[in-house]
């Protein structure tokens, strides 16, 4: 427990600082406020009070007067109406087949257990050449280092106006970058699916490279999760504002078999055996089942407390509860006294290859009957019954925790997001 960033212990200790520096009513007089990481110290280790990866993470207190902070020197933050997170952008669905060279033997790509290791895996099976687009790329400069001096502007999402800033030289981290013939490529690389992503990421290694070479620089965000790469290309259209990202391209790739087709469904559906709805936990209420999958990643080399999902992954309490709730509901983790873990049996998909480890979800989702009542009706009329008809259905099941009709309406769409889910699988 002692390296949870505990949720309440940050909100705690920034409601505290904030009365004692009276920052709301510095921010409404000079629109900014300054604070050490001495000052911070104070209350809590500064490493994990000004660290939030995503908009949802931000403090309680942030949340509430729409708030954001940023570093400028090693030592200094501020703290502002600052728009400093960006949406990511509907993805396209296709996805790239690529492979590893037959001489490699160190990587498995059933067992990308890092984000340097997925990188690995992008770089030798030449995911990242195809993507960037140039020529001899070849691995560069990454890890930690000074972010250099430079101005720019952000928006200020209170006054909508800009804000002006000035760093000097505060720690970065360079997950990855790599150098072709026209081009220098800066990497952020996540195995977490999220909603959004803190610009800064990107930004300020833009900053500091575009001082020191002549050569294009792209910045691309990577993300790794079931088996697929997902990358997109940003480009600042104004260099000196932060808020200037604009998506170049999105792109998917894999370096295994994603071919599913409708049979493959099919036969699931002829072979399911059903289980009992469970008794001790409600039914999902978890729209998106990718995120899902991916809880299951993060939990694939250790045991995670509630409180550590939360603040490691893009979400707040309450959906950490719903998807810990859903992805228990179909036997993929177990948890005890809030700490989480996987099953056997999600340790055994988890080990398949990516063609067997979807149909293996497939067949969590439909032995549970409803799902499997829905996908037969799907595929009988040719589209998703609607929500009426869903929730007829459901009031038919004996499904546990469902007590009013908001809650059957809520619950319908995870039933309907999921058996999206499974046909959008097939790509035959």
Same mark, same amino acid.
């Given at each position: 427990?002692?390296?949870?960033?505990?949720?309440?212990?940050?909100?705690?200790?920034?409601?505290?600082?904030?009365?004692?520096?009276?920052?709301?009513?510095?921010?409404?007089?000079?629109?900014?406020?300054?604070?050490?990481?001495?000052?911070?110290?104070?209350?809590?280790?500064?490493?994990?009070?000004?660290?939030?990866?995503?908009?949802?993470?931000?403090?309680?207190?942030?949340?509430?007067?729409?708030?954001?902070?940023?570093?400028?020197?090693?030592?200094?933050?501020?703290?502002?109406?600052?728009?400093?997170?960006?949406?990511?952008?509907?993805?396209?669905?296709?996805?790239?087949?690529?492979?590893?060279?037959?001489?490699?033997?160190?990587?498995?790509?059933?067992?990308?257990?890092?984000?340097?290791?997925?990188?690995?895996?992008?770089?030798?099976?030449?995911?990242?050449?195809?993507?960037?687009?140039?020529?001899?790329?070849?691995?560069?400069?990454?890890?930690?280092?000074?972010?250099?001096?430079?101005?720019?502007?952000?928006?200020?999402?209170?006054?909508?106006?800009?804000?002006?800033?000035?760093?000097?030289? /505060?720690?970065?981290?360079?997950?990855?970058?790599?150098?072709?013939?026209?081009?220098?490529?800066?990497?952020?690389?996540?195995?977490?699916?999220?909603?959004?992503?803190?610009?800064?990421?990107?930004?300020?290694?833009?900053?500091?490279?575009?001082?020191?070479?002549?050569?294009?620089?792209?910045?691309?965000?990577?993300?790794?999760?079931?088996?697929?790469?997902?990358?997109?290309?940003?480009?600042?259209?104004? /260099?000196?504002?932060?808020?200037?990202?604009?998506?170049?391209?999105?792109?998917?790739?894999?370096?295994?078999?994603?071919?599913?087709?409708?049979?493959?469904?099919?036969?699931?559906?002829?072979?399911?055996?059903?289980?009992?709805?469970?008794?001790?936990?409600?039914? /999902?209420?978890?729209?998106?089942?990718?995120?899902?999958?991916?809880?299951?990643?993060?939990?694939?080399?250790?045991?995670?407390?509630?409180?550590?999902?939360?603040?490691?992954?893009?979400?707040?309490?309450?959906?950490?509860?719903?998807?810990?709730?859903?992805?228990?509901?179909?036997?993929?983790?177990?948890?005890?006294?809030?700490?989480?873990?996987?099953?056997?049996?999600?340790?055994?998909?988890?080990?398949?290859?990516?063609?067997?480890?979807?149909?293996?979800?497939?067949?969590?989702?439909?032995?549970?009957?409803?799902?499997?009542?829905?996908?037969?009706?799907?595929?009988?009329?040719?589209?998703? /019954?609607?929500?009426?008809?869903?929730?007829?259905?459901?009031?038919?099941?004996?499904?546990?925790?469902?007590?009013?009709?908001?809650?059957?309406?809520?619950?319908?769409?995870?039933?309907?997001?999921?058996?999206?889910?499974?046909?959008?699988?097939?790509?035959?």
């Amino acid at each position: 427990m002692s390296e949870i960033m505990s949720e309440n212990k940050n909100n705690s200790a920034w409601q505290k600082i904030f009365e004692k520096y009276d920052v709301l009513r510095e921010i409404e007089r000079n629109n900014i406020f300054k604070i050490s990481a001495e000052q911070i110290r104070e209350f809590r280790e500064p490493r994990l009070m000004a660290k939030f990866d995503h908009k949802i993470n931000l403090p309680k207190i942030f949340l509430e007067n729409g708030l954001s902070i940023l570093p400028i020197t090693r030592g200094d933050y501020i703290i502002s109406h600052f728009d400093l997170y960006h949406k990511f952008e509907a993805e396209n669905k296709n996805i790239c087949k690529m492979q590893l060279p037959d001489y490699i033997q160190s990587l498995d790509c059933n067992d990308i257990f890092s984000e340097s290791v997925a990188l690995n895996c992008a770089f030798a099976s030449g995911i990242i050449s195809d993507f960037i687009e140039d020529e001899q790329i070849i691995p560069a400069v990454f890890g930690r280092m000074g972010a250099g001096s430079f101005n720019f502007s952000v928006d200020d999402v209170k006054n909508s106006s800009k804000l002006s800033i000035q760093v000097k030289n /505060p720690q970065i981290e360079i997950d990855a970058s790599y150098e072709g013939i026209n081009n220098f490529a800066i990497f952020e690389a996540k195995r977490d699916i999220s909603e959004d992503f803190l610009i800064r990421q990107i930004y300020y290694p833009y900053r500091m490279w575009k001082e020191k070479l002549t050569k294009n620089i792209k910045t691309v965000f990577f993300v790794y999760s079931n088996g697929i790469y997902h990358l997109y290309e940003y480009k600042f259209e104004n /260099p000196e504002h932060y808020n200037s990202l604009q998506l170049v391209k999105q792109k998917n790739y894999s370096v295994e078999d994603t071919k599913i087709t409708v049979e493959d469904i099919q036969k699931i559906l002829s072979e399911i055996n059903f289980l009992p709805e469970p008794e001790d936990i409600p039914f /999902p209420q978890a729209d998106k089942f990718e995120r899902i999958i991916n809880l299951c990643e993060l939990l694939s080399k250790k045991e995670m407390h509630k409180d550590e999902i939360t603040q490691k992954y893009d979400f707040d309490s309450r959906q950490t509860n719903y998807y810990t709730a859903a992805a228990r509901y179909l036997g993929l983790i177990e948890g005890k006294n809030l700490k989480y873990n996987l099953s056997n049996s999600g340790k055994k998909i988890l080990s398949c290859n990516f063609k067997n480890r979807q149909l293996a979800y497939c067949k969590c989702i439909l032995s549970h009957k409803i799902f499997y009542d829905i996908l037969r009706k799907y595929f009988e009329c040719g589209e998703m /019954p609607d929500k009426n008809y869903i929730i007829r259905l459901m009031k038919k099941s004996n499904l546990n925790d469902i007590k009013s009709d908001e809650t059957f309406g809520r619950r319908s769409s995870t039933i309907k997001s999921w058996i999206n889910w499974i046909v959008e699988l097939i790509n035959e």
